[in-house]
């Protein structure tokens, strides 16, 4: 997996999920057909500490947030990483790095994981906040549908 300098290429915020990985299809068709690169990013931070202590294990939080990147960009784009398409794992919230990257971004791609019924109605807190505030064009990709039968 090779890394680059965020461009003006489609941001992909990734966290595992199905709905991240439904998301990193759909930049890529649409970077396809634009010419445009995929930049699927991860983000990680160390947890708070509360009342003077600190979590075990503190620097596996970086190593795992590489984990998922690698497991979803092989789920959507299968070993090979497409030659428009670059990972970037970014030490920070979700919200606030997709926000930023959007300053640079042609587009912002964000999964939502959906919840059905009256909660399904509702964008989830990354989803929502990346719609209200990023400063290009966000599109918001539902988790495929999977049969409860």
Same mark, same amino acid.
């Given at each position: 997996?090779?890394?680059?300098?965020?461009?003006?290429?489609?941001?992909?915020?990734?966290?595992?999920?199905?709905?991240?990985?439904?998301?990193?299809?759909?930049?890529?068709?649409?970077?396809?057909?634009?010419?445009?690169?995929?930049?699927?990013?991860?983000?990680?931070?160390?947890?708070?500490?509360?009342?003077?202590?600190?979590?075990?294990?503190?620097?596996?939080?970086?190593?795992?947030?590489?984990?998922?990147?690698?497991?979803? /960009?092989?789920? @959507?784009?299968? &070993?090979? %990483?497409?030659?428009? #398409?670059?990972?970037?794992? *970014?030490?920070?919230?979700?919200?606030?790095?997709?926000?930023?990257?959007?300053?640079?971004?042609?587009?912002?791609?964000?999964?939502?994981?959906?919840?059905?019924?009256?909660?399904?109605?509702?964008?989830?807190?990354?989803?929502?906040?990346? /719609?209200?505030? @990023?400063?290009? &064009?966000? %599109?918001?990709?539902? #988790?495929?549908?999977?049969? *409860?039968?």
């Amino acid at each position: 997996m090779h890394q680059e300098t965020p461009g003006s290429g489609i941001v992909v915020g990734v966290d595992g999920s199905e709905a991240s990985i439904a998301a990193l299809r759909e930049a890529r068709r649409l970077a396809d057909a634009t010419g445009q690169t995929v930049e699927a990013t991860a983000f990680w931070d160390y947890p708070q500490i509360v009342d003077g202590y600190v979590a075990v294990g503190i620097g596996r939080f970086e190593d795992a947030a590489a984990e998922i990147l690698q497991q979803s /960009v092989e789920k @959507a784009f299968g &070993p090979a %990483l497409p030659d428009n #398409a670059v990972t970037r794992l *970014v030490r920070g919230h979700p919200r606030q790095g997709l926000i930023e990257a959007s300053r640079n971004a042609g587009m912002v791609v964000v999964g939502r994981r959906g919840h059905g019924g009256f909660g399904g109605l509702l964008l989830g807190s990354v989803s929502s906040a990346c /719609v209200a505030h @990023a400063h290009c &064009p966000v %599109l918001v990709v539902h #988790a495929p549908e999977t049969d *409860v039968h």
